[in-house]
């Protein structure tokens, strides 16, 4: 993981080489998002991780969009709660693919209401949403993965055993059953 400091710094070789930016509204959305930074590590993937908000710092917001794939970033995690439009304010400023988790955050609607904020991008602004909470946060780390899987087949090949291990989890939790 690159710290938001590293980051803030934009030029060191190291904000270059991670592909993957994660996103947060808030620092209390790191909880959830955990999950994903962790995902990404098991696949080598090291994140640059920011705390931005699209309401209440939307001109970094705006900033860090803009110069996102100069600095070699290739997709965009971003995840918040409540009227959550981060994913969506990052996508109107970068062609990047941007992945919008939407979180649970105290005194919001359970997270239906950052699910909705982020889901329903007008035509024209793609966000590709993934499901509320901890499972959305993982299912944004395996789908950056399959993005950058694409043209990377050492990723292709660590996808592939990923997937391979989960199927057999199930087939060894069924196989205990009977
Ligand atoms: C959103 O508002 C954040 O993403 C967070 O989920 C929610 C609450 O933020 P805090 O008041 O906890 O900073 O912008």
């Not at 400023?93 to 941007?98: E, G, H, I, N, W």
């Not at 590709?128 to 899987?149: D, P, Y």
């Amino acid at each position: 993981m690159v710290s938001e400091k590293n980051e803030t710094r934009g030029t060191s070789d190291e904000a270059r080489i991670c592909p993957v930016a994660v996103v947060v509204g808030s620092d209390s959305d790191m909880d959830a998002m955990q999950t994903c930074i962790d995902t990404l590590s098991s696949f080598s993937i090291k994140a640059v991780v920011r705390i931005i908000s699209a309401h209440r710092t939307p001109q970094i917001a705006a900033e860090f969009a803009e110069s996102a794939a100069k600095k070699g970033i290739k997709v965009i995690i971003a995840a918040a709660g409540m009227a959550a439009h981060l994913a969506g304010a990052l996508a109107a400023r970068t062609s990047l693919p941007v992945i919008g988790v939407p979180l649970i955050s105290a005194g919001g609607l359970e997270g239906i209401d950052a699910l909705l904020s982020t889901v329903q991008m007008p035509p024209g602004v793609a966000v590709a949403t993934m499901a509320i909470g901890k499972a959305g946060a993982k299912n944004a780390a395996i789908f950056a993965v399959q993005i950058l899987a694409l043209t990377d087949k050492n990723l292709a090949k660590k996808l592939a055993q990923f997937k391979k291990a989960q199927q057999q989890k199930v087939i060894e939790k069924d196989s205990a059953l009977r």
